[in-house]
Nanobody
C-alpha cells in the first residue's frame, strides 16, 4: 500500500526554521517525483516544491525560492523540505504527494504556523 506521512510541522517565530519530512512506504521513493504543497486557511492549495526523477531536478515556487530546499534520502525512503527565514505568510498545512490527478497519493498534512 502506498503511504506518505508528513511530520515536522509546528509553531515557529518569523525568521525561524523547520524541516518537514515525508516518510513514504509501498514504493521506492527514487522512482517517483515527489512534491510539496501547502494550503492556508481560506486559500487554494498551492505547489511549493518538487523533486523530479531520474535526475533530482528541483523546482520551487517563487514565494519560497532561496528559503526552502527539497531533498531526498533514498535509503530512508523520505523526502524533506528544509525551510528557513520563515514568514507569517508561510503559515499553512503542508502536504507531500506523489503523482497527479486521480492517480495522486497524498499525505495527511502537517501544520506549520509562523507567528510571534
Amino acid at each position: 500500500e502506498v503511504q506518505l506521512v508528513e511530520s515536522g510541522g509546528g509553531l515557529v517565530r518569523p525568521g525561524g526554521s523547520l524541516r518537514l519530512s515525508c516518510a513514504t512506504s509501498g514504493f521506492t521513493v527514487d522512482d517517483y517525483a515527489i512534491a510539496w504543497f501547502r494550503q492556508a486557511p481560506g486559500k487554494e492549495r498551492e505547489g511549493v516544491s518538487c523533486i523530479s526523477v531520474p535526475d533530482d531536478v528541483r523546482y520551487y515556487a517563487d514565494a519560497v525560492k532561496g528559503r526552502f530546499t527539497i531533498s531526498r534520502d533514498n535509503a530512508k525512503n523520505t523526502v524533506y523540505l528544509q525551510m528557513i527565514s520563515l514568514k507569517p505568510e508561510d503559515t499553512a498545512v503542508y502536504y507531500c504527494a506523489r503523482g497527479r490527478g486521480s492517480n495522486a497519493y497524498w499525505g495527511q498534512g502537517t501544520q506549520v504556523t509562523v507567528s510571534s
